[in-house]
């Protein structure tokens, strides 16, 4: 498989858990999968914010192992654009009790506008199982689409849910103020297996996508030694790709990490960002990029 050059952005994040990014005006945001807090990257300096602050001080209460039980587990970030507004759109993996929530930020002053605890329904659609891992998401002509890890044994999965706006509009519309830890039910529509490829004998997983356009996405993916789809294991290498969601097949795919789980991307300019989650409270995330040149040489 072909590698693709890499290039390191020489900055010091303040969290080793760097989960999701995204492009708001041309400058890079990011979110931790182990705290309720934004990171603003500047390309030479990152700042911080606490979006929920009474969480956030009850996780630091907590030692390590205790906070990595009660994390929220964000996975990933997207710009949501509706009602002539703007929103940090964040997602939980719903691998666990406390990983089920939807947080809306209104941008750009970063106030919460609402946190929905959230169910997945109908998920004995087509006869999959009905956990969850979910790495990443995107949405496509105002329907939303989970990016579900699957492990050394399955296929990842791409996850369709109907109505998602619809229930939104609902739940928000009818409230002046913030809408706070209000239950929302998520609607399955599809759920499609997917095969990305092998690595040494393993399957490749995705771990974050980006819509290109309404037949393609740009995705993240990675190999790692584990037999479930919760639980980390050995990390072998991580991807980069281009996936037809309609004829459901890799277009393009490049190896860009050995060693490293890459999380979250973003474009901004000529350049695709993505970061890596080192889950080692020792050592902080690192920031890395890619010209779009070279990923369709």
Same mark, same amino acid.
């Given at each position: 498989m072909k590698s693709l050059p890499i290039y390191k952005v020489y900055i010091i994040f303040p969290t080793p858990s760097l989960s999701g990014l995204v492009n708001y005006d041309q400058k890079l945001w990011g979110v931790s999968d182990e705290n309720y807090k934004l990171y603003?990257?500047? *390309?030479?300096? &990152?700042? %911080?914010?606490?979006?929920?602050?009474n969480l956030q001080v009850h996780l630091e209460s907590m030692e390590y192992k205790q906070k990595k039980k009660v994390k929220p587990d964000f996975e990933s970030i997207s710009l949501f654009k509706r009602w002539n507004k703007e929103y940090f759109f964040l997602l939980g993996s719903f691998s666990g009790e406390l990983r089920n929530k939807l947080y809306?930020?209104?941008?750009?002053?970063l106030? *919460?506008?609402? &946190?929905? %605890?959230?169910?997945?329904?109908?998920?004995?659609?087509?006869?999959?199982?009905?956990?969850?891992?979910i790495e990443g998401h995107f949405f496509k002509e105002q329907q939303l689409y989970l990016l579900n890890r699957g492990n050394e044994?399955?296929?990842?999965?791409?996850i369709s849910l109907s109505d998602f706006e619809n229930k939104l509009n609902f739940q928000m519309n009818k409230n002046s103020s913030a809408v706070i830890s209000k239950k929302i039910?998520?609607?399955i529509n599809t759920i499609t297996d997917v095969f990305i490829g092998e690595f040494e004998g393993y399957q490749i997983h995705w771990t974050?996508?980006?819509l290109k356009n309404q037949k393609e996405i740009y995705f993240l993916a990675t190999v790692e030694k584990t037999t479930n789809s919760f639980d980390d294991g050995q990390v072998l290498?991580?991807?980069v790709g281009?996936?037809?969601?309609?004829?459901?097949?890799?277009?393009?795919?490049?190896?860009?990490?050995?060693?490293?789980k890459a999380e979250g991307m973003a474009i901004l300019g000529d350049r695709m960002y993505f970061c890596i989650d080192t889950d080692n409270p020792h050592r902080f995330s690192e920031l890395f990029y890619f010209e779009m040149d070279d990923f369709y040489k």
């Open positions: 603003e990257i500047n *390309l030479d300096s &990152v700042k %911080e914010y606490c979006f929920d602050q809306f930020l209104d941008m750009p002053s106030i *919460l506008s609402a &946190v929905f %605890e959230a169910q997945i329904m109908s998920t004995t659609v087509l006869n999959k199982p009905t956990n969850f891992n044994h399955s296929s990842s999965s791409l039910e998520l609607s974050e996508a980006l290498a991580s991807f281009l996936f037809d969601i309609e004829n459901l097949n890799v277009l393009r795919m490049y190896k860009i990490l050995d060693g490293e």
